[in-house]
């Protein structure tokens, strides 16, 4: 055979095995999720079938996992021993052992429970250990010792820790100081309702206290008037300290006038009444008070700290009065004052000044960096932007000997059938302990994959600042290009909020409930999707990328015609809710635009705005090859005066 065609045959041969491999997989993935929803619905499997047809899929032992865990209450112990034989080194054991140890502890099977347990976990893991620990080996000081630590605590624990309670109680194990120093917690965090519930704890003297803090926290104005309690005992301060704090919260000059009258009837300590000084100022500093900048003026300097002097330097920012803005800045440690915020405020309250050789240079030193105020100092200078882009080397074969780590194979398949948290904990799993090289390296194969969040997760764990194709990917842009030009949105500006919300990861979930890659509330999605005349999504539609970009595209959308089209308005609100964005519009209107922003009360939304304005020049150079200038992009503030910030060094 003519040595041509014989190699045309091999890669023939070649072509039809990788195909059916293909194919072989795709059945196989797609019997795993039909099976797996099965399961979970409650229906009849054939796993001894299922196991025959699934063999060599990396995905099986999470099936048999689904499988033992589908009623806990009835698992045989043997089969759980098997399954942990089997599968303890995988990540999902973890959580099935704690699952496991959960049941135990209810079963009250405590031989295998102390037998299983490794210590730690969470409070009701620890309550079963320690009930463990007593059926098998009774009670003693060191017993006592961890159940005070978990008894200890300013908020209530779960009732897996009734049983251990009441033995510290039935023992007299507590003493009177530990525990009133509960209650302080309690009542310290807020948990009134705890310490109401533990007050039959307490000896008649302490009920007395304890009825005495309520009343403060209910009212502190009214019983700081008169308080009722013996103010020269510890006790008596501790509660004239906490209702000062309370009451500051709430009126701040009232506060002073009681700060001052029990200073001067010397029941608080000299201390006491610096630290109650500052905290009161720098309360004032936090919510933008008018009184602001006299109330720092006027502590003692014993009462200035760092904090202090940071807000000091923020408040005369905010007020426009430079000549201050550079005597606060010197004033500030030398981590701050180096920082690109504060060699930014420095250069410009320099150039106002009229120091503009030093305001330029600093300027100058500035422009070389890449992020908010490094682009604000190219704008005042004229300055190209610094993207300093440098991609590390690809080490094709470290790739590969990486992705062909079993963990890394189940990652990477369980990616594919978008059960992501999973494939975070085996990718997180093999990369545990590794070095830098092995995480940039990691974090390529992430990007081929179409794995974002780890992409940029891993090149930041591994020092690739500048690498922006790791870091500022232009990821989904199927869905969210598309989304932003229906919503009549620059893309640029979607993409540098999907990248501060969610780092471009689909099943992202905020702490407040906010769902998928632009962080859509339920409500507001619903909300959206009817003003589209959609039907009402659920939580498992707004984590479907298509579906969440069309609407939070849409929802930016609406933000910015709420606001005329002003890009920091809408991103505070996006961010804090239209009503917020509007109350600090018309609080500090007229300003210039990045003073304004330095403004905002909510210091997570102040940063927020910074870095979406930021990211819309990086995506804007990522997917055009040049960022649109921060000056482009920030207008004047709403108001009567004239301020444009990024104007205010041309012309003399």
Same mark, same amino acid.
């Given at each position: ?35 797996r ?8 499997v ?34 759980v ?21 959960h049941?135990?502890g209810?079963?009250?099977d ?10 730690g ?7 079963y ?53 509960r ?6 965090a ?5 310490a ?13 206290w304890?009825?005495? =803090?309520? &009343?403060?926290? !209910? *009212?502190? #104005?009214?019983? /700081? ?10 006790? +008596?301060?501790?509660?004239l ?43 004032a ?65 320099? =150039?106002? &000044?009229?120091? !503009? *050789?030093? #305001?330029?240079? /600093? ?10 105020? +490094? ?30 780590r ?81 919503a ?25 409930g ?24 659920g ?10 970009a ?18 920091i ?20 209107s ?7 922003i ?16 930021a ?6 150079w ?14 004047v ?14 012309g003399?």
């Amino acid at each position: 055979m003519p040595r041509p065609v014989a190699f045309a045959l091999v890669l023939l041969l070649a072509f039809f095995q990788t195909a059916a491999a293909a194919d072989r997989l795709e059945r196989q993935r797609s019997l795993f999720q039909e099976t797996r929803e099965t399961i979970r619905d409650g229906g009849t499997v054939d796993m001894d079938n299922v196991r025959q047809r699934l063999q060599g899929y990396p995905l099986l032992p999470y099936l048999e996992y689904a499988y033992l865990l589908k009623e806990t209450s009835t698992l045989d112990p043997a089969d759980v021993e098997e399954f942990l034989d089997a599968y303890g080194h995988m990540p999902m054991a973890r959580g099935f052992r704690g699952q496991w140890l959960h049941e135990l502890g209810a079963r009250e099977d405590w031989q295998r429970f102390h037998a299983l347990h490794r210590g730690g976990g969470s409070a009701t893991l620890r309550c079963y250990g320690l009930q463990a620990r007593k059926s098998l080996h009774g009670v003693d000081d060191a017993w006592l010792r961890d159940a005070r630590d978990l008894w200890q605590v300013g908020h209530s624990q779960p009732s897996a820790c009734d049983p251990v309670f009441s033995e510290l109680y039935d023992r007299d194990a507590l003493s009177a100081d530990q525990r009133w120093e509960r209650i302080t917690r309690a009542m310290v965090a807020g948990n009134a309702g705890l310490a109401r519930a533990l007050r039959g704890r307490l000896d008649d003297e302490d009920q007395e206290w304890l009825d005495a =803090w309520l &009343t403060l926290s !209910r *009212d502190p #104005a009214a019983a /700081l008037e008169d308080p009722g309690f013996d103010l020269e005992s510890r006790r +008596g301060r501790q509660l004239l300290r906490f209702g000062l704090r309370v009451l500051a919260r709430q009126d701040r000059d009232a506060a002073d006038d009681f700060l001052a009258r029990y200073t001067e009837e010397g029941v608080l300590t000299h201390e006491t009444t610096l630290g109650l000084q500052r905290e009161i100022a720098l309360r004032a500093a936090y919510s933008r008070a008018d009184d602001a900048q006299a109330r720092l003026d006027g502590l003692p300097d014993a009462a200035v700290n760092d904090d202090v002097r940071v807000w000091a330097a923020r408040i005369a920012v905010g007020e426009e009065n430079w000549p201050r803005v550079v005597s606060a800045v010197w004033a500030l440690p030398d981590e701050a004052r180096d920082s690109s915020e504060w060699q930014y405020w420095r250069a410009h309250a320099l =150039w106002h &000044t009229g120091a !503009r *050789d030093r #305001a330029e240079e /600093l300027f100058a030193d500035l422009a070389q960096r890449r992020n908010y105020y +490094g682009f604000l100092a190219a704008d005042a200078i004229g300055a190209p932007y610094a993207m300093n882009a440098s991609e590390p080397a690809a080490d094709q074969e470290q790739q590969n000997e990486l992705a062909w780590r079993p963990g890394m194979q189940r990652a990477r398949e369980l990616l594919q059938v978008g059960m992501f948290s999973e494939a975070r904990r085996e990718w997180e799993t093999v990369l545990a302990g590794t070095d830098n090289d092995t995480r940039a390296q990691a974090a390529m194969l992430a990007r081929d994959w179409g794995w974002y969040d780890r992409a940029i997760h891993n090149a930041n764990r591994a020092g690739l600042h500048n690498a922006m194709d790791l870091r500022f990917p232009a990821a989904y842009r199927d869905v969210l290009e598309p989304a932003a030009r229906d919503a009549g949105v620059d893309p640029s500006l979607v993409f540098a909020v999907a990248r501060k919300e969610s780092a471009f990861s689909p099943d992202a979930r905020s702490r407040v409930g906010a769902l998928g890659l632009l962080q859509v509330m339920p409500e507001t999605g619903r909300r959206v999707a009817s003003d589209l005349g959609l039907s009402s999504p659920g939580a498992h539609d707004l984590l479907d990328p298509g579906i969440n970009a069309r609407l939070g595209a849409t929802y930016l959308s609406q933000m910015l015609e709420r606001f005329d089209g002003n890009v920091i308005l809408a991103a505070a609100a996006y961010n804090a809710g239209p009503s917020r964005a509007e109350n600090w519009a018309e609080r500090h209107s007229g300003q210039p635009a990045a003073v304004w922003i330095e403004n905002i009360t909510f210091g997570e939304t102040r940063d927020y705005v910074k870095s979406v304005l930021a990211f819309r020049a990086v995506f804007d150079w990522q997917l055009h090859g040049e960022p649109r200038r921060l000056a482009a992009v920030m207008p004047v503030m709403p108001g009567d005066q004239v301020g444009h910030e990024l104007a205010l060094y041309d012309g003399d």
